[in-house]
């Protein structure tokens, strides 16, 4: 009935809605986060999403709902913070940078930090340099990477993964 309320537009039906249901979903998503603030951010984006999402709502199960949204999103924020620690530096990509008033320095740095990327690239095992190349590079899809390769998409999420498990273990940010 709170939901339909919701539905028609009643505010205060929402405000209610959120009270009884925001501490279970920021128990559901402190784990996958492990950061109050954090999670507190993505139960209020939640809200939200349950919000908009309400139409499609079928009427069954409504705080499993809204926790399988609430882990989803928490989810997809994890991921998006990992990936932003996660990017490969092409060499070619430092000198599409604008260099304003370039000294000589400056202009050896770049090119000796250009040599070391694509040195390291270079130590890395011809399968995970690949598919690294190709996804964080040339930004292709695991499904173009998995058609060129003709293996499923599972196994370049798997070389993906590996690779970046590879660079972790070898490389140290220190090192450029």
Avoid at 79 to 103: G, L, N
Wanted: glycine share 2%; charged share 30%.
């Amino acid at each position: 009935m709170l939901v339909e309320k919701v539905k028609a537009g009643d505010e205060q039906a929402f405000r209610l809605l959120i009270e009884r249901y925001k501490n279970d979903l920021f128990k559901a998503i402190y784990p996958i986060l492990r950061n109050d603030m954090d999670a507190e951010d993505v139960t209020q984006e939640v809200f939200l999403k349950i919000y908009y999402a309400l139409p499609q709502y079928n009427s069954q199960g409504l705080k499993t709902w809204m926790t399988r949204i609430a882990i989803n999103h928490a989810i997809d924020l994890k991921r998006k913070k990992q990936r932003q620690h996660e990017t490969v530096v092409e060499p070619e990509v430092f000198s599409a940078i604008p260099q304003p008033d370039c000294t000589t320095i400056a202009v050896l740095l770049r090119k000796e930090q250009r040599e070391v990327v694509r040195n390291r690239l270079d130590e890395m095992p011809a399968s995970y340099r690949d598919v690294i190349y190709a996804h964080y590079i040339i930004e292709k899809s695991y499904q173009q990477i998995a058609d060129e390769q003709k293996v499923g998409v599972k196994a370049i999420e798997m070389k993906l993964y590996r690779a970046r498990n590879w660079m972790k273990k070898h490389w140290k940010e220190d090192d450029f």
